[in-house]
Structure formats: C-alpha cells, structure tokens
C-alpha cells in the first residue's frame, strides 16, 4: 500500500533489510503480533533472506557444500508467516516527517512510496572498497553477499590461473585465504598492518602469520595497495604495491566493511563516530521513537571500555532483531551492550579474542598489567593435547579483567567465552582463579589455561 490507501486501525511496521536483524525484528513482532493488529512489509534489495554472511567463506572454500545451507529461513517462509516480503526492492528514501519511505523496483525501476507507523532499519554493511585503479575490474571481487559469494565460485570455475591476491588480513581476509588454499590456488594476502589479525595485538597476530605462511600462504606485510594492474582483456592481472607487483588470477577484498548509512544520514538520523546509527538501550534510533535501528548499521556500547563501538558480526545483528521485534511488537526488551568477542580460524589454528586490547585499554586511559601463557588444551599426557597461547590484561590496582586473547588448536577458540562472561559480570582476575570450571584430562588440564592465565595476572596486579 502507498501513502493514500485505508488500513482501518492496523499499524504498520515497515522493515528496510532482509537479513539477521531485519527479519528476526519482523518475525519476532510478528509473534507477538498478528496481521489484524500489525502489517509487516519487509524491503529487500538482494536475492536473500536471512542468510549467514559469516558462512560465504566455508562455501567458498568447499567445507559447505551449497549455498541453500546458508538460507536460515527462505522468502516463501517468512510470506507464510503473514510478512509482506519484498524482495528486489531497494529502498531509497527515508522521510520521517512524512513516515513514509520510497522503494525502487531494482528490475523494472518503478517507484512508491510506502507509509509506516513503526520503522526498523537493518541495512547491514557494505565492503569496503579502495579508492584505487582497477579496483572495479571483472575479477576483482568483495563476499558481503550470496551473490558475491557466487560470483566469486564462477570467477574461480572459469579462470584457468591458479593465482589469487587476498587484500587485507582480517577475519574476512584470512578465513578467504583459507577457502582459496583449499580451492587449490596459490594464495598471497597482502596486509597493511605488522601482523594478520588486527583484532588481536600484534604479538598473538604473529602465531596467526607463522600458521598462515605454514599452510603455504605468501604474508606481505607493512604493504599498500597502490593499484590492481589490468590486463588487455579489462580483468584483474596483478595487485601492486609501493615495491613490488602481485600476479593474480582472481582478487579477493578483505578489508572489513562499513555501516550502510547512506539513507540514514539523508534523513538526518544521528550517526556516531564511527559512521554507524545511534540508539538506546532498546535500540530505537536516539530522539525518535517509532524508529529501531539493529544489525550491521549501528554502534554498540562496549561495556568494558565504556564507548561506542562498530562491531558488525551476526550474532549481534541476531539480537538486535530480537529486541526490536519484541520493542516494536508491543512488548520491552534492551540490548545493553557487547564485550567484544570474536572467533575464527585458519584451518586448524583457532583464534579468539574478547574485551580491550592494548591499544584499545591506552586509548580509554585504563592502566593495565599484561601476561601471556603457554599451556595445552587438554592434560599434558592425555593423547591430541596441543599448545595453546593465552593472554590477558588486567586493570592495575583493581585486578578487572580488561580482555583475553587466545590462540591455539582445536579446543581453544571457545574457550575465550569464559572471559566473555567474566568481563560481563566485571570479574577480577583474583576472582577469575577460583572458577569451578570443568574438568577431565580429555578436556583441559587440571587447571585450565584461561584460568593459568588468570593466576599469573593477579600475581601481577598485587605488586602493580
């Protein structure tokens, strides 16, 4: 319906996204509400629904082995549940004086405008893009999507080189490092920071290299990608830098992403430091309170260093929907904040990270004590124990656990979650040693090496 038409005393939600946070907000006020009381109309400009980003690089690589795995929940589902879905629908305006927006047919090119009396925005992220010659070429791709993810599969069928630039090291980069290892390609990741993995300090980042240049993966490190070289067809043949050029067959950008704000920002929506949409504790947008914002295209407070934050990852997103959904649908709920916790791998190196590291503790003001372990996922005897780094910072003086990072083998990316809540509930790491954990030579040394870890910190903070 558009701006005219007679809905009786039905409200509408009107929802601009159709992935984690858009679709858990519509489903969830959806079941709190049902079509009689509230009209739920969902824009989408993709293909998809409620698909999981985070998997685009394990189908990619093969360890998923189709696309449809990664669809939670397809269109005809959620059109089932009485949400008038619309996909290929990209929404282009925002007017919040009018409450209404205006859609596009990407196919056709039509356009309405469509009124609401409750909006959520859930437009997600976009890929970051260098501002660099040849970045555009056929061959050169980003994986936001599942059709980024597909094209890239029809890149990789058709070209007959087996060489692929990765530029950036992040979660994005190394984990598409991997998936085109395991496509056969010879694989160079070209890194602006010291190390890979500049969610972690750069020490922890540098076990992350040596086990990156061990599966045969070529790590350029301190380098800038000055442009991506073409070749006479118009595709992507090289990545160069200051000192050196990088053949490729296939380019794949790894530099992370941005809130997709665009839209936002025009409606003059307050935007924070970091580009992302504002909100309270129950995720209205800060000043209006009929619109929710959620997933991708928001800043969270970070509980332990007491700021905003840009944290893009699906379970946040999953969340937000959550609240929203339940906000919007009449009931309350609050989403109070993140810790900062992260996991990924490269193959079988596991690496995890929660709360500040040390630039981010220097950059709050936090004094802090650091220390790192080794110790082994399982007792020492116990057969398939293997290595494990652990560090952690403490707040001098008050001993606060301020975060943990960890890296090793199997078993030691999930063992980050017991910082996670120890930093939730502002646990001291004297407080952290006397953990009833759980224990079996088959799992964990008798004193687990998160715990260890927490031992050598409170040693620490008592002569700080």
């Known amino acids: 319906m558009s701006m005219g038409e007679v809905r009786g005393g039905t409200e509408r939600l009107v929802v601009i ?35 999981s980003a985070c998997g685009i690089p394990y189908w990619v690589g093969g360890d998923v082995p189709e696309r449809d795995a990664l669809i939670a929940r397809a269109p005809e589902e959620h059109r089932a549940r009485g949400i008038d879905l619309r996909l290929r629908t990209e929404v282009t305006e925002i007017d919040v004086a009018g409450q209404r927006v205006r859609a596009r047919d990407v196919d056709s090119g039509a356009e309405s405008w469509t009124s609401y009396d409750k909006l959520v925005i859930a437009t ?20 936001q999507t599942l059709d980024d993810g597909q094209a890239l599969l029809d890149t990789l069928a058709r070209t007959r080189g087996r060489r692929a630039v990765v530029v950036g090291a992040g979660y994005i980069g190394v984990e598409m490092a991997e998936a085109l290892i395991n496509r056969g390609f010879e694989v160079t990741v070209v890194n602006r920071g010291k190390e890979p993995m500049s969610t972690l300090d750069a020490d922890m980042g540098r076990l992350v290299h040596r086990a990156m ?11 800038e990608v000055t442009k991506i070289l073409t070749g006479e067809d118009g595709r992507a043949r090289a990545v160069a830098t ?15 992403v941005r809130p997709e704000t665009s839209l936002a920002k025009a409606a003059g929506l307050p935007l924070g430091a970091h580009g992302g949409l504002l909100t309270d504790l129950a995720m209205r947008v800060r000043g209006h309170g009929n619109i929710w914002a959620g997933g991708d295209c928001v800043e969270v407070l970070n509980l332990v260093s007491g700021q905003d934050q840009y944290v893009p990852l699906g379970t946040h997103a999953n969340k937000h929907g959550q609240v929203i959904g339940t906000n919007a649908g009449g009931g309350y709920a609050t989403f109070p904040g993140v810790v900062g916790t992260a996991v990924s791998k490269v193959c079988d190196l596991e690496i995890a990270r929660t709360g500040l590291r040390e630039k981010d503790a220097d950059r709050v003001g936090l004094r802090y004590e650091t220390v790192t372990i080794e110790s082994t996922s399982r007792a020492g005897y116990y057969p398939g124990a293997s290595p494990m780094t652990v560090k952690m910072l403490a707040e001098r003086r008050t001993g606060r656990l301020l975060g943990v990072q960890i890296v090793g083998r199997e078993g030691a990316a999930k063992r980050v979650d017991i910082a996670a ?12 040693t006397a953990l009833d954990l759980g224990y079996a030579p088959p799992f964990s040394p008798v004193w687990d090496p998160v715990l260890v870890a927490a031992r050598k910190a409170a040693a620490k903070v008592r002569v700080s």
């Open 421 to 432: 809540v120890a930093l939730t509930a502002r646990m001291t790491v004297e407080q952290m």
């Open 124 to 143: 997600g992220a976009r890929p970051v893009r260098p501002d660099l010659p040849g970045a555009d070429a056929p061959g050169v791709h980003g994986v």
């Open 213 to 223: 240049e061990g599966l045969g993966i070529t790590m350029v490190n301190d380098a």
């Open 17 to 51: 996204g159709g992935d984690a946070a858009g679709m858990s907000a519509a489903s969830q006020a959806r079941r709190l509400k049902g079509p009689g009381e509230l009209e739920i109309v969902a824009f989408e400009r993709g293909h998809f629904t409620s698909f």
């Open 242 to 256: 200051e000192d050196a050029e990088y053949p490729a067959d296939v380019v794949v950008l790894g530099i992370g």
